[in-house]
Every structure is written in C-alpha cells, then in structure tokens.
C-alpha cells in the first residue's frame, strides 16, 4: 500500500461495473442517512427527546411514555378552561379546543409510531445491516487486491533479478545465483495465482452484494409510500378534527362559508369585534343583506320583541353586554337611542347589549 502511495507499485484497478456499483451503494448510504435523520428530526422535533429514545433503544428498554406538545396545549387549555368556568363562552372555547388538541396529539402518535416501523426502521436496518456488510466485503477486497498487487510486486523483482543473473553468467557461482532467481520467480508466479484467485472471488462476493442495492431501492420505495399514506391519513385527521372544532365553535356564520374562500390565504385577524362581521358581512349576497337589514328595521321600528339564535360565541366586554354562545336562542328588542349595530338581548333573568352581526333573527 505505501509503494502504492510513493509511485512504486502497479494498482490492479477494479472494472468498470464494480466500480459503478460501489459508486451507487455509497450514493444510497449517505441519502439513506440524510432522509433518516430528518425523517426523525420532523417526527420528534425536541433533541433532548431524540436522544433520550435513542438511549433507551440501545439499551433494549422502553421509554417513558410522556404527554407530546399538541396533548400537552390540550391539557392547559382544558385546566384552564374549567378554571375560567365551563358556562363561559371563553372557558367552554377552551375546553373544545383542548379536546380538539388532545385528538391531535393522539393522532401525531400514531404517525410517529407507524412511521417508524414502515420507513424508519426498513432505512435503519439498511444503513446497520446491508450495508455494514457491504463495507465488510468491500474492506476484504481491498486487503486481497493489495496482496495481489504486492504478489505482482514481488514477481516483477524476480524477474529483473534473474535477467540480471543472466548477462552476468561467467562463473559457476552466478549460475547459482541464476537457479536461485528462477526458483524465486517460479513461487513468485504461484503466489500471483493464488492471490488472483482469492482476489476474483472476492470481487465477485462483492459485486453480488452490491447488485442487491437495486432492491433495496425498491424495498424503499415501497417503506416511502407507506410514510406518504401515513402522513395523508395524519393530516386528513387533523383536518377533520379542525373542521368540527370550526363548526363547534362557531367560528363563522354558516352563510359566511360560502363566501370567504377569498380570503382564506389572509391573515385570519379577530372576530370578537362587530365592526370586523359587519364589514364581513358587506360581502354576503344582496338578497341576504336585504332580508336581515329588513327584520332588523322592522324591529328598531317597532317595540316588541323577536327570538333570535345565536351565530357564535361572543365574550361580553362589559358589564352592560351579554355574553353569548353558539346556536342558542335569545330574545332580542330595541330600545330608543341604541346604536344601530347593537340589541337588547334576553336569556331567562340576564339581559344586556349583543351585536346585531352575532345573531339571526327567526320567524
């Protein structure tokens, strides 16, 4: 290997397709390693937690089972809704929310857990399995191509030796000295054999070993699909727990769904504030506008009274406003001087103002 180095020796170079080969398993190793790694890094964002599972794996136990961030948000939310009181609109929001959460964080586990067996596990078992075996056949080869190369070395010596013992054959002590070369020559070619030998062997063991990469590539690609289709079934789940806890909430008018897709990419800003739904409300259709402006007339004009039901939770600022929650039914009435985007609302002994935007009067 030094002669090598220095100029000294001749290298027996590898073909073409084996190099390719070693090549492409190289290739594979170092991605394999990459995609794994911040395949872990998106599952379990937390380092302190990575190395903690990492610990308890190598030492084949389990680790403590712990609240992830989406469980751990939920139990905050629900601690503090009850706290807060699960009557009010802002503590039975958070007790929904907290819920919702805590699906979320149920359904983060089982991507994390079926991740790593259909597509960590498969690359982990490549990068310590097959290919640790490659590199254990790939470091043989290289020890049999260095004793081939230093076999062909040695041969080579001989032979300018014995042709040196030639021209110089004048005594009987030389021609000694020619047997002796010719012997050493005649070794030299039997070792060069046998290395060559050991050394196509090796070469070939290789070679099949390196051939299986492309089913490997396979197997990957099929452990990908799996990751793919876990994550759809993730966030389809997520997606459909936000949907109800949207509907549950009340986040938004029913009339308002069909119409906000527009604004959907905006920043989603406050809706607590009537100025904020009336100016929404500006984009519903003519004949709806119609309608509710004209029940609201008539009942500013008027001194009775209209049961109205409630579009979603309101948290009252003050004491003069009534809090409110989804889908309830309240009765609403006008007094003189209000302003035109407020009523007067009434739940069993508790009155007070409530934005006129929050509400849809009945029949």
């Not at 911040?38 to 680790?63: G, H, M, S, W």
């Not at 459909?240 to 009339?255: A, E, H, N, V």
């Not at 402006?293 to 406003?321: F, H, P």
Request: net charge negative; charged share 25%; with cysteine.
């Amino acid at each position: 290997f030094t002669e090598e180095k220095l100029g000294q020796a001749e290298k027996t170079e590898l073909d073409a397709h084996l190099e390719n080969l070693l090549s492409k398993a190289e290739c594979t190793k170092q991605w394999t390693e990459k995609i794994m790694k911040q395949t872990e890094v998106l599952l379990q964002p937390n380092p302190n937690a990575r190395i903690e599972e990492f610990f308890y794996e190598k030492l084949d136990r389990k680790a403590p089972s712990r609240m992830n961030n989406p469980e751990l948000l939920g139990q905050y939310m629900i601690d503090a809704g009850n706290e807060f009181g699960p009557g009010t609109a802002y503590g039975n929001a958070l007790i929904k929310c907290g819920e919702t959460q805590k699906q979320i964080g149920t359904a983060d586990r089982e991507l994390i857990q079926t991740s790593a067996i259909n597509f960590l596990t498969p690359l982990r078992n490549f990068i310590e399995g097959d290919y640790k075996t490659i590199t254990k056949e790939r470091k043989l080869l290289q020890n049999k191509r260095l004793d081939l190369d230093a076999a062909k070395t040695r041969l080579k010596k001989a032979k300018v030796a014995e042709a040196r013992a030639a021209q110089l054959n004048t005594s009987q002590p030389e021609e000694n000295n020619i047997m002796i070369w010719a012997e050493e020559v005649t070794k030299s070619e039997q070792e060069v054999r046998i290395t060559q030998s050991e050394f196509d062997r090796q070469a070939e063991i290789t070679r099949l070993l390196l051939e299986g990469i492309s089913s490997t590539h396979a197997h990957h690609l099929r452990c990908l699909n799996d990751f793919v289709e876990a994550q759809m079934t993730y966030y389809a789940q997520c997606y459909k727990y936000m949907l109800d806890l949207q509907k549950q909430l009340g986040s938004f008018p029913s009339t308002f769904l069909s119409n906000n897709n527009q604004s959907s990419s905006a920043p989603v800003q406050s809706v607590s504030t009537p100025s904020v739904l009336a100016s929404a409300s500006a984009s519903l259709p003519s004949v709806s506008n119609s309608v509710v402006t004209s029940g609201i007339s008539e009942l500013k004009s008027s001194s009775g009274s209209r049961k109205a039901r409630v579009l979603y939770d309101y948290d009252a600022a003050n004491s003069s406003e009534l809090s409110l929650l989804a889908d309830e039914v309240i009765t609403v009435y006008s007094i003189p001087g209000m302003d035109s985007d407020w009523l007067m609302g009434e739940r069993g002994n508790q009155k007070g103002k409530v934005p006129i935007t929050y509400l849809e009067l009945l029949n």
